[in-house]
T-cell receptor, first 113, second 115 residues
Framework: EDKVVQSPLSLVVHEGDTVTLNCSYEVTNFRSLLWYKQEKKAPTFLFMLTSSGIEKKSGRLSSILDKKELFSILNITATQTGDSAVYLCAVESFASGTYKYIFGTGTRLKVLA | SAVISQKPSRDICQRGTSLTIQCQVDSQVTMMFWYRQQPGQSLTLIATANQGSEATYESGFVIDKFPISRPNLTFSTLTVSNMSPEDSSIYLC????????????FGSGTRLTVV
C-alpha cells in the first residue's frame, strides 16, 4: 500500500531558527513529490520535485529529493511567525491512466516571536 | 494556475441532513478531485470527477454517501448525504494539470460541522 510519512508531527521553534521537515515515501509509479503549506483550509503550493539532488529554492524555503532513499526534506531558514502552518508532503503517482496524490500526515510548525 | 471558487465556506448541519458543496473553476479542466480532511488528519482523496463520466471513488467512499456531479468542464458538486458527526471535516476540491509544474490548485475549502 502506498504511504507517505512525515516527521516530526509537530515542531515549536523561535523566530530566526532554522527547521528541517522530513518526508519519506513508499509509492509505486512515482511521478513527483510536492510540498504544500496549509494555514487555514486550502493548501498552497510550495515546490514540486521530480529529480534527485536538485534543490528547489524560494526565498527562505528550499527542498530537495532523494529518489534512491525515497525521501525529501523541506528547509526553512530564519523562520518567522508567518511560517506557522501545517506543511504537507504529497506524492503524485500515475497508474492505469490516472494521476493521484497521496498525502502525508503533515508537520505542524509553530514559530514563536 | 486555475482559480477555484468553493462554496459554502463553512456550515453547521443537523445529523441526518445533506449538504452540497460547489466548486467553480475559472478555466476548463478535465479532472477534478474531492478531498476530505478530518480534524488533525491529512487529506484523503474521496473521488476523482471527470466530465461526462461517473466519478471514480476511492476505497472507503461510496456514491450513495458522497454523490458527485460534473455537468461541465468548469463545475462540480459534492454532496455529503445523511450526515453524522463523523462527517465533520474540511472538504476540498482540487484541479491540476497532470504532472504540471505548479502542482494542484485547491479550492478555499468547506469546514463542515455536524451536530
Amino acid at each position: 500500500e502506498d504511504k507517505v510519512v512525515q516527521s516530526p508531527l509537530s515542531l515549536v521553534v523561535h523566530e530566526g531558527d532554522t527547521v528541517t521537515l522530513n518526508c519519506s515515501y513508499e509509492v509505486t509509479n512515482f511521478r513527483s513529490l510536492l510540498w504544500y503549506k496549509q494555514e487555514k483550509k486550502a493548501p498552497t503550493f510550495l515546490f514540486m520535485l521530480t529529480s534527485s539532488g536538485i534543490e528547489k529554492k524560494s526565498g527562505r524555503l528550499s527542498s530537495i529529493l532523494d529518489k534512491k532513499e525515497l525521501f525529501s526534506i523541506l528547509n526553512i531558514t530564519a523562520t518567522q511567525t508567518g511560517d506557522s502552518a501545517v506543511y504537507l508532503c504529497a506524492v503524485e503517482s500515475f497508474a492505469s491512466g490516472t494521476y493521484k496524490y497521496i498525502f502525508g500526515t503533515g508537520t505542524r510548525l509553530k514559530v514563536l516571536a | 494556475s486555475a482559480v477555484i471558487s468553493q462554496k459554502p465556506s463553512r456550515d453547521i448541519c443537523q445529523r441526518g441532513t445533506s449538504l452540497t458543496i460547489q466548486c467553480q473553476v475559472d478555466s476548463q479542466v478535465t479532472m477534478m478531485f474531492w478531498y476530505r480532511q478530518q480534524p488533525g488528519q491529512s487529506l484523503t482523496l474521496i473521488a476523482t470527477a471527470n466530465q461526462g463520466s461517473e466519478a471514480t471513488y476511492e476505497s472507503g467512499f461510496v456514491i450513495d454517501k458522497f454523490p458527485i456531479s460534473r455537468p461541465n468542464l468548469t463545475f462540480s458538486t459534492l454532496t455529503v448525504s445523511n450526515m453524522s458527526p463523523e462527517d465533520s471535516s474540511i472538504y476540498l476540491c482540487s484541479v491540476g494539470p497532470p504532472g504540471g509544474g505548479y502542482g494542484y490548485t485547491f479550492g478555499s475549502g468547506t469546514r463542515l460541522t455536524v451536530v
